[in-house]
């Protein structure tokens, strides 16, 4: 076997292997981005999709191939929201809550996540962003900064004022 068939196949296995890890954590950020679960699933699949095609281009460069993955999903999502031109907020109707959960705390958690819900609308986009992928999709500073084109210190410091932003949203919704 030539040594390109050798290393196409090694990464085509690294590919499935992060597929099986990873491809609830790219829906996630997608969801969190586009807000229609659906959708996000079908985009998480065709970020999955492009990513075999063009795995000939794939070049590590000291980061994990996660990374490559979370950049693909970010350019298929900013072209869908090209697409369709205007922000959608998450329904609360496609939320699901556990079976085992009873009513009261359903209740609690439908209110918080609407709550968290609005205010992450009034963040900005590349606040939502480094939310999203931070905390929905658990990368780091350095995987974000790749997706995002900026530097890690940029990333913590757009982390930090979005989590301000948030709290303050969130402390005059109360209030209000």
Known sequence: ???????????????????????????????????NQQE????????FVRALKSLNSYQERGLPM???????????VVDYLRKVSKRQMVNLDEVTIA????????????DQIARVTKALGGLSPSQREVIALRF?????????????????GA????????????RHILYKDTRS
Request: glycine share 4%; proline share 2%; hydrophobic share 40%.
């Open 155 to 166: 990333v913590r410091e757009m982390q930090s004022a979005a989590i301000k932003s948030l």
């Open 136 to 152: 929905f999709s658990g990368l780091s500073s350095t995987e974000c900064g790749k997706v995002m084109g900026r530097q890690p």
């Open 40 to 47: 996000a699933e079908d985009l998480a699949s065709e970020t």
């Open 99 to 110: 079976d085992d959960s009873n009513p009261e705390e359903a209740a609690v958690s439908n």
């Open 66 to 76: 996660e990374a490559w993955i979370f950049k693909i999903a970010h350019n298929i």
């Open 1 to 35: 076997m030539a040594k390109m068939e050798i290393e196409r196949k090694k990464l085509e296995e690294m590919l499935v292997a992060l597929y099986e890890e990873s491809y609830d954590k790219v829906a996630r950020y997608i969801f969190i981005r586009i807000g």
